[in-house]
């Protein structure tokens, strides 16, 4: 690797940055990082607040078999996985809150759905770059048109979260309640399944399937444990995808190993963080952190 | 009449195909705290599912409000059984609050009126549970009790005219559901709020009954305590024969009813 001209970061990370700036795909993937760790963001807090990190995990296998199906038809993985998702997002929503704690029966589907995607893959000749990167994401082949998508898509899913984010914060902490109130919970939880499907689809582009956890989960699970008010804590996730998505896209530029591993490492370093604090010894600063730790 | 909450005249109700319960007669007043007593799996949810109008009736004539059932009754603040909530909740208990007084807005009014009166409606539903120390305190964190009164502030905050409360004492120990219970007095007292409370025992309530309403065995009897839970009128809803005790506070214990009768389990 001495032959090639290498770029190395040093301590200014200003003059670091215009060098990666230049390069069109780096700017490609800050901007799309930047829309898909807003939503991922968002969306992560209300599964976690649903408890349905199991189905955004179920969402991004589905996705998985989405992807390669559309490889094998000649079509970008992105369509294929917008479908499949969001098909059975609201297949998942229509079957019930309880039906989302169903871990046996939705196991065995997702177990046929990668069995499936698999398969798709072994009818194309190309297929362990485009599985790979399926899997794990790879967030510096991203084109104009791809960013462009990536944005349009993710500021309609905001807006209308922008619109249902009371009554959806309501049916996830007091279904019951907010049924007798006549909400239509039902309503609302297809709207949810469907944004984290879209969400799930465009975060596997830098991410991918089998690391989707970290940008669909972590943020909120690490948020809500830093603060009780529903909007500081979706704002402390969002902040928290943000940080790792650029982190890890600004050191995979000057490093070999992939944009997802250094997100993974850091929304996980960040998560151990927050699990250790309520151990270490009481301090004033971490007051929005006290109480919970007795209790979790 | 004026001060009618509810009304049913020969109610019935069907689950699943079977009737769960038929020829229920009950009228219910302002300012009035009922006891929905009964065995597990009588049809006691139901009955508050009804009131919501959730489900509506296979035969008979219910009336809230002097008007059919309808969901998203305003004037009903409702606290079910079963909670989302758990330990994991980090949320503090005043949004929940705030919820139950706005929840079902799409957007939250965030003129200086919308925010003030939010603010003091949640403030008064606090106030009134005596739970204003608890505002900023995470709902996974707080005990069986505590959350209780947080629910209960909730169902407050919309300003309701009937509550309808099922099984708030079922995890309490028998001193905090003392407590809850005067409160809930209090509170009918205070506010003129009639109330329908669902229990498996009657013993906590009892000095502060104003008529319960006994489901059991598909039939459902109403009326005033010392009318009802008699050895002859629980015989007769059970079809066996029913032994009321009494101990020499006032307690009652209820023998032979049901196996499942949680009345006379210890």
């Not at chain 2, 059919?68 to 909530?85: L, T």
């Amino acid at each position: 690797m001495t032959d090639i001209t290498w770029v190395w970061w040093g301590w200014n990370i200003v003059y670091d940055l215009r060098v990666m700036l230049q390069y069109e795909f780096v700017r490609n993937a800050f901007e799309a990082g930047t829309v898909i760790a807003i939503l991922a963001g968002v969306v992560s807090y209300l599964v976690v607040l649903r408890r349905s990190s199991f189905a955004a995990h179920a969402l991004g296998h589905v996705g998985f078999s989405g992807a390669a199906g559309a490889v094998l038809f000649g079509v970008a993985p992105i369509y294929g996985l917008l479908l499949f998702t969001t098909t059975s997002g609201s297949g998942i929503a229509l079957l019930g809150q309880k039906a989302s704690h169903r871990d046996v029966e939705i196991g065995t589907v997702l177990a046929f759905m990668l069995g499936l995607g698999l398969l798709f893959l072994s009818f194309y000749n190309g297929f362990a770059t485009e599985a790979y990167s399926i899997l794990f994401g790879s967030i510096v082949g991203i084109s104009n048109s791809q960013v462009v998508f990536t944005v349009e898509t993710s500021l309609a899913v905001l807006a209308v979260l922008a619109v249902v984010y009371r009554q959806l914060l309501f049916a996830s902490l007091d279904e019951e309640v907010a049924e007798a109130k006549g909400m239509h919970t039902l309503v609302l939880g297809v709207i949810f399944m469907l944004a984290l499907a879209v969400a799930i689809s465009i975060a596997v582009t830098i991410i991918g399937v089998l690391l989707i956890f970290a940008l669909t989960v972590t943020p909120a699970a690490i948020a809500i444990r830093l603060s009780r008010r529903p909007l500081v804590a979706v704002l402390i996730s969002v902040l928290v995808a943000l940080f790792a998505t650029w982190a890890g896209i600004f050191i995979a530029f000057y490093e070999v190993e992939p944009t997802s591993f250094f997100i993974v490492t850091i929304v996980f370093v960040l998560y151990v963080i927050v699990r250790i604090l309520p151990f270490l010894p009481r301090t004033k600063s971490r007051r929005a952190v006290e109480g919970h730790g007795q209790g979790a | 009449m004026a001060g009618e909450i509810a009304r049913a005249d020969h109610l019935e109700v069907e689950y699943g195909g079977h009737v769960v319960w038929s020829d229920a007669n009950f009228r219910i007043q302002r300012g009035e705290l009922v006891a929905v007593i009964g065995p597990n799996g009588a049809g006691k949810t139901t009955l508050f599912r009804l009131l919501l109008g959730l489900i509506r009736p296979s035969r008979g004539d219910l009336r809230v409000f002097e008007e059919a059932p309808r969901r998203g009754n305003r004037k009903i603040g409702y606290v079910p059984q079963s909670h989302a909530v758990d330990r994991d909740t980090n949320v503090e208990a005043v949004q929940l609050v705030r919820l139950g007084f706005s929840g079902n807005r799409w957007v939250p009014n965030i003129t200086p009126r919308g925010i003030r009166a939010e603010r003091s409606a949640t403030d008064e539903a606090l106030r009134s549970v005596g739970a204003t120390e608890l505002a900023k305190k995470s709902l996974g964190a707080m005990s069986g009790g505590e959350l209780q009164r947080i629910f209960l502030a909730e169902a407050l905050a919309g300003s309701p005219e009937l509550l309808l409360l099922d099984e708030p004492l079922a995890s309490l120990d028998l001193r905090r559901a003392k407590e809850l219970v005067d409160l809930v007095d209090g509170l009918v007292r205070t506010r003129n709020v009639a109330t329908l409370l669902v229990a498996h025992d009657i013993n906590p309530l009892i000095h502060c009954l104003d008529k319960v309403i006994y489901i059991a065995n598909g039939q459902v009897a109403t009326g005033l305590p010392s009318e009802v839970l008699t050895t002859e009128s629980l015989s007769a809803l059970y079809g066996v024969r029913v032994e009321v005790l009494h101990d020499s506070r006032g307690n009652m214990v209820i023998v032979g009813g049901e196996d499942s009768h949680p009345d006379s389990e210890p």
